[in-house]
């Protein structure tokens, strides 16, 4: 049986049945941001920059790759950047929670931890973006924010909004939910400071994910090389937004694939990930940040780097000093 998302790139029956509940949620969500806009609502000041990097779809687009690389630069940028998430999937019992390279991904998180753990930055995560910040800046000397996703959390502040767009998926079939994967329609993309495409023309406002090695999810394996799997059978799993980019890399390298595919934020069991033969398993680095005490063997990750093209990263450098020069 097919997934409703499994309706959501093409125009189809299914879609159309739902379409009347989609043109409903796009109104909702439209009024809801112009409510904002003419301050019915009110969104709290902050006292330093708030870059947004989201996107209106569902689904993996490469938002956290970007968001680290963005975090970088301004780094390089001679900025003490701090980073905010949801913490989708976490199950803490309090938020907003402060995340540490060891905090367990259980409680706050898959994408939080693998931020912290890349950038070094400090990470607060928690359903109101607000006070995730007001707790970042009273222990952290913050003077940029960096907001993983938020773009429809209206009462944040923010002072760039940046959309990330899957460049071979773009928005789908243009739909809003339940019809389509989109949580705002199509327009909303021209009202947004910077939209960049995963995937796209390397002279546009775009950026790639480049890997390198496996990495051993446990510290007693050593690491291995995607070319040393050619022609050699192995089990790929993958509990993320979009899984078959995972699996259309391995299959790139002629490696064949039993594909394993799991909910985006995934929780694992040791027991989920035992397939009682000798194959190597390979995921993605999120998937990992939840299976490093699991003591798995024969197992690995592969780390992805975001790199910007040098219009988008001028772009972004632009837009930073625009905000910075008032």
Same mark, same amino acid.
């Given at each position: 049986? @097919?997934?409703?998302?499994?309706?959501?790139?093409?125009?189809?029956?299914?879609?159309?049945?739902?379409?009347?509940?989609?043109?409903?949620?796009?109104?909702?969500?439209?009024?809801?941001? *112009?409510?904002? %806009?003419?301050?019915? *609502? #009110? =969104?709290? /000041?902050?006292?330093?920059?708030?870059?947004?990097?989201?996107?209106?779809?569902?689904?993996?687009? $490469?938002?956290?790759?970007?968001?680290?690389?963005?975090?970088?630069?301004?780094?390089?940028?001679? *900025?003490?950047?701090?980073?905010?998430?949801?913490?989708? $999937?976490?199950?803490?019992?309090?938020?907003?929670?402060?995340? !540490?390279?060891?905090?367990?991904?259980?409680?706050?998180?898959?994408?939080?931890?693998?931020?912290?753990?890349?950038?070094?930055?400090?990470?607060?995560?928690?359903?109101?973006?607000? @006070?995730?910040?007001?707790?970042?800046?009273? /222990? +952290?000397?913050? +003077?940029?924010?960096?907001?993983?996703?938020?773009?429809?959390?209206?009462?944040?502040?923010?002072?760039?909004?940046?959309?990330?767009?899957?460049?071979?998926?773009?928005?789908?079939?243009?739909?809003?939910?339940?019809?389509?994967?989109?949580?705002?329609?199509?327009?909303?993309?021209?009202?947004?400071?910077?939209?960049?495409?995963?995937?796209? #023309?390397?002279?546009?406002?775009?950026?790639?994910?480049?890997?390198?090695?496996?990495?051993?999810?446990?510290?007693?394996? /050593?690491?291995?090389?995607?070319? =040393?799997?050619?022609? %050699?059978?192995?089990?790929?799993?993958? $509990?993320?937004?979009?899984?078959?980019?995972?699996?259309?890399?391995? %299959?790139?390298?002629?490696?064949?694939?039993?594909?394993?595919? &799991?909910?985006?934020?995934?929780?694992?069991?040791?027991?989920?990930?035992?397939?009682?033969?000798?194959?190597?398993?390979?995921?993605?680095?999120?998937?990992?940040? @939840?299976?490093?005490?699991?003591?798995?063997? +024969? !197992?690995?990750?592969?780390?992805?780097?975001?790199?910007?093209?040098?219009?988008?990263? !001028?772009? &972004?450098? @632009?837009?930073?000093?625009?905000?910075? /020069?008032?």
């Amino acid at each position: 049986m @097919k997934r409703l998302d499994d309706y959501w790139y093409n125009q189809n029956p299914v879609a159309w049945i739902l379409y009347p509940v989609s043109v409903i949620f796009c109104l909702i969500a439209t009024l809801r941001k *112009f409510l904002y %806009k003419i301050h019915f *609502f #009110k =969104s709290p /000041d902050i006292p330093v920059p708030v870059v947004i990097v989201g996107n209106i779809s569902i689904g993996g687009t $490469g938002k956290t790759p970007l968001l680290i690389a963005l975090c970088k630069q301004l780094q390089e940028l001679g *900025f003490k950047p701090g980073i905010i998430s949801r913490g989708y $999937g976490g199950q803490a019992r309090s938020w907003p929670q402060k995340v !540490s390279i060891d905090s367990p991904a259980l409680e706050v998180g898959d994408e939080p931890v693998l931020i912290v753990r890349n950038t070094h930055c400090p990470v607060v995560v928690g359903p109101d973006r607000v @006070k995730d910040i007001e707790l970042l800046l009273a /222990d +952290n000397d913050c +003077n940029i924010i960096l907001a993983d996703d938020g773009l429809q959390h209206y009462r944040l502040h923010r002072d760039i909004e940046i959309a990330v767009i899957d460049a071979s998926r773009l928005t789908g079939n243009g739909f809003c939910l339940p019809a389509g994967p989109l949580r705002e329609p199509r327009s909303r993309l021209s009202g947004v400071d910077m939209v960049i495409y995963n995937g796209g #023309k390397t002279e546009a406002l775009s950026f790639s994910l480049q890997h390198a090695q496996l990495i051993a999810v446990c510290d007693q394996q /050593d690491n291995l090389v995607l070319e =040393s799997l050619k022609h %050699k059978q192995a089990h790929a799993v993958a $509990g993320i937004g979009n899984p078959e980019r995972f699996f259309d890399l391995l %299959k790139s390298y002629d490696i064949d694939i039993i594909k394993h595919n &799991f909910p985006d934020h995934h929780i694992y069991t040791a027991d989920e990930l035992q397939f009682n033969d000798e194959l190597p398993v390979l995921m993605t680095e999120k998937d990992a940040v @939840k299976c490093t005490q699991l003591g798995l063997a +024969n !197992s690995w990750y592969l780390p992805v780097t975001a790199v910007l093209s040098e219009a988008a990263s !001028s772009q &972004f450098n @632009k837009l930073i000093k625009q905000v910075c /020069d008032g």
